[in-house]
């Protein structure tokens, strides 16, 4: 196919199907989608895309003997798929392997439907939650009987079934058994994860999704999950953001974190709203400042809403 040819696959613009009226930016729910027959969500179109990705070190992948135990983090190097990332697409259903192709927006060809889908998206969330920037998408593409282990990330994130069957446990993103506030302090300030700890049973208190190809789950930032894959090979596509509100919650969050250092533990980020609201205006006043410093001095200064995450502004 020519560049001009794929330059025609265009996502729908109500590729998402929202309620527009009950959503609701922190709360767990299921969606459904029009993506199944997608042609960039092929088995071949991934191959070629794992290529071009696997050059820009844009690839994660790790054996199918992690469990919702191992860590996030360490998965990769405790459990290697010492496969290329074509050869691991290529005959996914006996790699016996976990691949997440990564920022998929980088590449010109994804980056068209990634916003194809997300200014749907948009269009019905964003008078509940404006702001959307950083906007990403996330390929998983996983082999039989394959586990992401236990963790959380700082997006916004639409997850849909593509191919193949997956059962999905997401855990509410105030739900301070799973996830402590301190967790989640930590991660906002560090992108470290080692407070969050995996415990059978959290299954019982988790929203449960067996996703077949056509549905999805939306689910806010920091909403820990963990994911099984069915018996089948299944390929899965995540739409993540931030907005104005999960911005100012990280900031919130980095700040507790630092406040922790002086033996103070803080209330957690929006359980007192007035507190919250005086805390960020004089932080956000204050990393403006070093903002300002920053390029009198000629240091780069990175924009705070690039609509694509890692494309620079044109």
Same mark, same amino acid.
């Given at each position: 196919m020519t560049p001009d040819e794929k330059k025609t696959w265009r996502a729908p613009m109500m590729a *998402?199907?929202?309620? +527009?009226a009950s959503f609701d930016p922190w709360r767990i729910q299921p969606v459904r989608h029009s993506l199944v027959g997608h042609p960039l969500l092929q088995p071949a179109a991934l191959v070629a895309l794992g290529e071009r990705l696997e050059v820009r070190g844009s690839i994660r992948t790790h054996g199918n003997d992690a469990t919702a135990g191992t860590s996030f983090g360490d998965a990769p190097s405790a459990h290697p798929n010492r496969l290329s990332a074509a050869q691991t697409l290529g005959a996914i259903q006996d790699a016996k392997a976990w691949m997440s192709l990564l920022n998929v927006q980088v590449d010109p060809l994804y980056r068209v439907l990634v916003g194809d889908v997300l200014d749907g998206v948009q269009a019905?969330?964003?008078?509940?939650?404006?702001?959307?920037c950083y906007r990403a998408g996330w390929i998983f593409v996983t082999s039989p009987r394959t586990v992401t282990p236990f963790h959380f990330d700082k997006e916004h994130n639409f997850i849909l079934q593509v191919s193949g069957k997956k059962r999905i446990y997401v855990w509410d993103h105030t739900d301070t058994v799973v996830a402590s506030e301190q967790a989640r302090d930590r991660f906002h300030h560090t992108h470290g994860r080692e407070l969050l700890a995996w415990r059978e049973e959290f299954r019982e208190r988790?929203?449960?999704?067996? @996703?077949?190809?056509?549905?999805?789950a939306y689910m806010p930032?920091?909403?820990?999950?963990? *994911?099984?894959?069915?018996?089948?090979?299944?390929?899965?596509?995540?739409?993540?953001?931030?907005?104005?509100?999960?911005?100012?919650?990280?900031?919130?969050? +980095?700040?507790?974190?630092?406040?922790r250092r002086f033996g103070i533990a803080p209330p957690?980020?929006?359980?007192?709203?007035? @507190?919250?609201?005086?805390?960020?205006?004089?932080?956000?006043? @204050?990393?403006g400042i070093r903002g300002v410093a920053r390029q009198v001095a000629g240091r780069p200064v990175h924009p705070g809403n690039l609509r694509f995450a890692g494309v620079p502004l044109t």
């Open positions: *998402v199907e929202i309620d +527009k019905r969330v964003g008078h509940r939650d404006p702001g959307m988790a929203h449960v999704f067996d @996703l077949l190809p056509g549905e999805g930032s920091t909403s820990p999950h963990m *994911v099984e894959t069915g018996d089948e090979p299944s390929i899965t596509i995540s739409f993540t953001y931030y907005t104005d509100a999960t911005r100012r919650d990280a900031l919130l969050h +980095k700040t507790h974190e630092l406040v957690p980020v929006g359980r007192l709203p007035a @507190l919250d609201a005086v805390t960020h205006a004089g932080i956000a006043a @204050l990393v």
